[in-house]
Every structure is written in C-alpha cells, then in structure tokens.
C-alpha cells in the first residue's frame, strides 16, 4: 500500500524557519512529480511549491524567496524549507505526489496534511 507520511509542522514565532518532509512509502514504479500545498480556514487549497524531476520547480509567488521545495530521489522524499515564516503562512499542509505505480499505472496520492502556526 502506497502512502505519503508527512512530518515537521509544528508552531513557531512569526519570523521563524521549519522544515516539511514527505516520503513515499510503499513499492512504487517512479515519481513523476511531487509538491505542497496548503489551506488555511475558509480558503481554498493552493499550490505553494512543486518539483519535477529532482530539479525543476515551481514556487508560489507569495512564498518565493522564502520556501525551497528540493527531493531527495534514493529516499523517495521531498522536502519544504520554510524561512522567514509569517502569520499568513498558517494553514495545513499537504503533500501530493503523481507517481507511476507501474509503467502505464499513474496514481495521483495526497498525504494526511500537516498543521503549520506561525504566531505574530
């Protein structure tokens, strides 16, 4: 069985630094791409940041600068570093993987969300 197990949300002060991890388990043909999204109370879920490959990223505008998405491919895992955190940052973050589970098998997974506060 396929999963996604985030890890790393926690609270932290406005101005602050944490880091999100997400690693597939389960047997897997590849990892196409993976990314993090995120939704606050009362908004829609947003894309902060994807990866593709091991190098080629996509980073929301309201986070450039601050968030780094980067994968580790030997570990299945994909990570977000999180600086210079504001109050507006706070949400639940989830994980999201588009994966082959086998050569034409494609499966898109999302991980159980991660709480992020950051305090003023």
């Known amino acids: 069985q396929v999963q996604l197990v985030e890890s790393g949300g926690g609270l932290v002060q406005a101005g602050g630094s944490l880091r999100l991890s997400c690693a597939v388990s389960?047997?897997?043909?590849?990892?196409?791409?993976m990314g993090w999204y995120r939704q606050a109370p009362g908004k829609q879920r947003e894309l902060v940041a994807s990866i593709l490959g091991s190098s080629s990223t996509v980073v929301a505008d309201s986070v450039k600068g601050r968030f780094t998405i980067s994968r580790d491919s030997a570990k299945n895992t994909v990570y977000l570093q999180m600086n210079s955190l504001r109050p507006e940052d706070t949400a639940v973050y989830y994980c999201?993987?588009?994966?082959?589970?086998?050569?034409?098998?494609?499966?898109?997974?999302w991980g159980q969300g991660t709480q992020v506060t950051v305090s003023s």
């Open positions: 999201n993987a588009d994966l082959l589970l086998g050569p034409t098998r494609p499966y898109n997974y």
């Open positions: 389960g047997s897997i043909f590849s990892i196409n791409a």
